[in-house]
Nanobody, 122 residues
Framework: QVQLVESGGGQVQAGGSLRLSCAAS????????VGWFRQAPGKEREFVST????????FYADSVKGRFTISRDNAKNTVYLQMNSLKPEETAVYYC???????????????WGQGTQVTVSS
């Protein structure tokens, strides 16, 4: 079992930055890929980024490439999402998720956090 807790959300102006953290409990966390997803009101939950278990590989949604950076510290059981140049349309609840497959498909992730709200004002 893996339990995930997101933090670092908040309100920021357009063009600003936030760093989200995803803290995990469970001995096997370091063996899982970890993804970030987001869900805006009235919209489907969408993929943002994911990182492999060993942090060697990562990929991003086209909409965030060049602005967001995912990283992980397995010694601290934590995954981060650095978000720069934020846009108002990126206002959403951001979720981290852990799974055995390094993919962008939310259905492949078995464990989810409760989410953290990110609000970007114009």
């Amino acid at each position: 079992q893996v339990q995930l807790v997101e933090s670092g959300g908040g309100q920021v102006q357009a063009g600003g930055s936030l760093r989200l953290s995803c803290a995990a409990s469970g001995r096997t966390f370091s063996s899982y890929a970890v993804g970030w997803f987001r869900q805006a009101p009235g919209k489907e939950r969408e993929f943002v980024s994911t990182i492999s278990w060993n942090a060697i590989s990562a990929f991003y949604a086209d909409s965030v490439k060049g602005r967001f950076t995912i990283s992980r510290d397995n010694a601290k059981n934590t995954v981060y999402l650095q978000m720069n140049s934020l846009k108002p349309e990126e206002t959403a609840v951001y979720y981290c998720a852990a799974g055995t497959r390094f993919v962008a498909t939310k259905g492949a992730y078995a464990y989810w956090g409760q989410g953290t709200q990110v609000t970007v004002s114009s």
